[in-house]
């Protein structure tokens, strides 16, 4: 195998963690035999690139070798060359993450090479990561593995010729910069057996590894706890079309097909390949030859319009200019060389420019490792409406691409997890997959990020403070949820804590009447579309700096905590609670209601108003029944009020169902429309989609909830998904079919409707959940196994 494969292709894909491998029980309890390590005489915060590596001699190949590993800010660790984990998990450093690996299958009889990189992006680095200083540190599970354990038996170095490159992107950008990496100072063999390390120092010890608890005198840098989390995926990924090919010729099939591309000497070369998709990807440049040739690589979602700045349709790239995140690098004149970046990148199109100096760049290949949480897509939808699949491709794609070691708002611009996104991002994760485990550690960092005052972060992890009291609201929304539809009620009743603190934080705001005087931070709801009087996301404001939708948002959390309480917590708390909101929803009927447009106003005055405070009435039932329909109606036809952007859109539609016009469901789409006509291949941040910063948000994709939860009808109607409640709205729809994961096995329904309008229904149910069929008002038992109905 080639020096390039067996290198750069295995250090992305070769991966040997076991997700739940036994730890030896002494790691969680006691200090750790081995030491946090660092490279001597380097400044702790500095960016930098680090090599640690030790040789082991074993006299037989073991069938087990268990290893816990992590580091700050990230590491690539590998055996024998080949990586066989990434990380850490990111968390902050009260819960910080190691992972736990077998890799015996990586060790043979004789010599082993056990190395790792680690690198701190320093200043620059991105505000979801978390730091105290630059380390490593291995500890084995036993007593056979301990001889890996990271101390002075190992030797680091700082690699001369990295160095990070800020990002040209458009607008607020917090994710990883860019690396520019002087090939011609690295060195290719370091992690092979019997490399020559005598010039490299012997690792500096910053102390000994403590477990999240142990803390024999003083504070430690790093709490460690085991992560929760499986390894991302790393699968190869070719590019697939070139745009653009200016000072060279470029053979057929190039990109998707490994082709050689030769640049002759002291050359200028300006490349654009196209994905045809957005994509989350380690790029891997492999070349040979090209002494002191600059390779400038530029990811991006999309090319900008160079007199308007607008985006416009993303297919289009002529007469339109690139801004995005760069790598750079200096090739080394070698044979068979790789380079692959350290932070995976966000991108549709790369562009690459070339300038040769005096000797021919020979590029062997150029393709990408795309990476991910490991979500399987364990849902099915399909139905005589083709669009609804187009929706469903794309909204998946943009779930996967915003799901990481955590959730993410956008992963090319901030890889931030918000609350408010995280919310729908979750149940995307139930409804589609069913896998739960991100949603449990976003419901956790959430929770950790919490101050004094009892309000949380809005985003976690991340450095520097952003508090938007209404996402502490939506959190306790997201526990309710996941109280509804994951069968675990000791994690929910452990948060309850926190619930607690975040009301008591409002209660200090709240006036006599319980409206919110004055609350302070960020008061975020919604970035709206033809917004009236908004400022920043945040709705109109009372003299006293209250408003209907904060009020209403206030409202619907003490409901769900109510409801927690009384099952799981103090009764007592959940009838304060009740009576809070009673009193509350009282008060917003009498402050904000508005009889001659018949809809809730946006502040006392009474002259402004938005589908967002109506949605918010009509979700915490502040109005029912017909009363509820008809606002619902109001809301939507008036093209006057401020109305929701694609994320509130979300909230929009749940209103839509809870007032019985589910059937209306394919009509309320066109964001996402407009979306797919602008050749989008994931969703935007808002509904400014020539302009909109973010090609790819998560909250957009709540069409991945609602097409399963409205059109197919499929709902938990007990705690826990207990028993299921299956109503279809299946609006001009004559066929769908489709299934969703469940804690239990899978739910599968099957609709056909007839020219004369009887509905054929067969549901299948897993073994031990029962539910009931609702049809325009026939209810019907279900039970487990197949259920045969017609209407």
């Not at 010599?111 to 084995?140: D, H, P, Y």
């Not at 490299?200 to 005198?217: E, L, M, R, T, Y």
């Not at 909830?705 to 109503?727: N, P, Q």
Request: charge should be neutral; charged fraction near 20%.
């Amino acid at each position: 195998m080639k020096k390039y494969l067996s290198i750069t292709i295995l250090i992305l894909l070769g991966t040997a963690f076991i997700y739940g491998q036994e730890i030896n029980p002494d790691l969680l309890k006691k200090s750790w035999k081995a030491m946090w390590i660092t490279v001597s005489k380097q400044h702790p915060q500095d960016y930098g690139v680090y090599y640690f590596r030790k040789e082991i001699e074993l006299k037989e190949k073991p069938k087990s070798f268990v290893v816990q590993v992590s580091g700050d800010n990230r590491y690539k660790f590998f055996v024998n060359g080949q990586m066989v984990s990434l990380g850490p998990a990111r968390n902050d450093l009260y819960h910080w993450n190691f992972e736990t690996i077998d890799i015996a299958s990586y060790l043979k009889t004789g010599k082993n090479t056990i190395c790792s990189i680690v690198w701190n992006e320093g200043a620059n680095r991105a505000s979801a990561q978390i730091s105290s200083a630059t380390a490593f540190i291995l500890q084995g599970n036993g007593n056979e593995e301990s001889i890996v354990n990271t101390g002075r038996s190992w030797k680091g170095i700082k690699m001369d010729g990295f160095n990070a490159i800020k990002p040209t992107a458009i607008g607020y950008f917090i994710a990883p910069f860019g690396e520019f990496s002087d090939m011609i100072k690295g060195n290719s063999e370091w992690m092979s057996n019997g490399f020559d390390d005598s010039s490299w120092k012997s690792a500096d010890i910053q102390g000994a590894g403590f477990p999240k608890g142990v803390n024999p005198i003083g504070a430690n840098q790093w709490m460690l706890v085991p992560s929760q989390l499986p390894q991302m995926e790393r699968t190869p990924q070719r590019l697939l079309k070139m745009r653009v090919a200016e000072g060279i010729n470029i053979p057929s099939g190039f990109p998707a097909i490994k082709k050689q591309l030769t640049i002759p000497a002291n050359t200028k070369v300006r490349v654009v390949l196209d994905q045809t998709f957005l994509t989350n990807a380690y790029p891997v440049f492999q070349y040979s030859k090209g002494k002191g040739a600059a390779v400038l690589f530029t990811y991006a979602e999309s090319f900008y319009d160079e007199k308007s700045m607008e985006k416009g349709n993303r297919n289009t790239i002529e007469n339109k200019k690139i801004f995005g995140v760069k790598d750079s690098i200096i090739c080394n004149g070698k044979k068979e060389q790789t380079f692959t970046a350290l932070n995976w990148k966000t991108f549709r199109y790369v562009q690459l420019d070339v300038t040769t100096a005096n000797e021919p760049l020979i590029i062997d290949d150029f393709y990408a490792i795309y990476t991910a949480y490991p979500f399987k897509n364990n849902s099915v939808f399909t139905s005589d409406n083709p669009i609804f699949t187009a929706i469903l491709d794309n909204g998946w794609r943009t779930a996967r691409l915003c799901a990481m070691e955590t959730y993410m708002d956008t992963p090319f611009y901030e890889q931030l997890q918000y609350a408010g996104d995280t919310g729908i991002q979750a149940l995307i994760s139930y409804y589609n997959s069913g896998d739960d485990r991100l949603a449990r550690q976003a419901i956790n960092a959430i929770d950790y990020s919490r101050l004094s005052e009892g309000i949380t972060q809005s985003r976690f992890p991340a450095t520097g403070d952003n508090i938007i009291p209404p996402f502490s609201l939506i959190w306790i929304g997201m526990l309710n949820d996941y109280y509804h539809y994951r069968p675990d009620a000791d994690f929910v009743k452990m948060h309850l804590p926190g619930v607690r603190q975040i009301l008591s934080f409002y209660q200090n705001f709240q006036q006599e009447d319980g409206t919110i005087k004055n609350a302070p931070y960020w008061n975020f709801i919604d970035w709206p579309e033809n917004a009236r009087g908004w400022k920043a996301g945040v709705p109109p404001l009372n003299a006293d700096g209250g408003s209907a939708a904060l009020d209403l948002q206030l409202l619907w959390g003490y409901q769900w905590a109510a409801e927690l309480e009384n099952n799981l917590g103090l009764k007592e708390l959940a009838n304060l609670y009740s009576e809070k909101a009673k009193q509350l929803r009282k008060t917003i009927i009498s402050k904000y209601w508005d009889d001659s447009k018949k809809m809730f106003a946006d502040t006392d005055k009474k002259n402004s108003f938005s589908q967002h405070a109506n949605t918010l009435a009509i979700l915490t039932e502040t109005i029912k029944g017909n009363d509820a329909q008809q606002l619902f109606r109001a809301m939507t036809q008036d093209n006057e009020i401020t109305r929701a952007s694609i994320y509130f859109q979300y909230y929009v539609n749940q209103a839509l169902r809870k007032v019985g016009l589910g059937n209306e469901y394919e009509n309320r789409l066109q964001i996402w429309k407009d979306n797919l006509a602008l050749g989008m291949t994931t969703w935007g941040e808002d509904s400014d989609v020539k302009s909109t910063r973010s090609d790819c948000h998560a909250w957009g994709a709540s069409p991945n909830i609602e097409l399963f939860r409205t059109v197919l009808g499929i709902d938990a109607a007990e705690i826990g998904f207990s028993k299921v409640i299956i109503e279809p709205h299946l609006g001009t729809l004559k066929k769908a079919s489709g299934k969703i994961p469940h804690p239990n096995g899978e739910i599968a329904v099957n609709y056909g409707i007839d020219k004369k309008g009887t509905l054929t229904a067969t549901i299948v149910l897993p073994k031990g959940l029962t539910g009931t069929f609702v049809w325009k008002g026939q209810e019907k038992a279900l039970q487990q196994g197949i259920n045969s109905i017609k209407l």
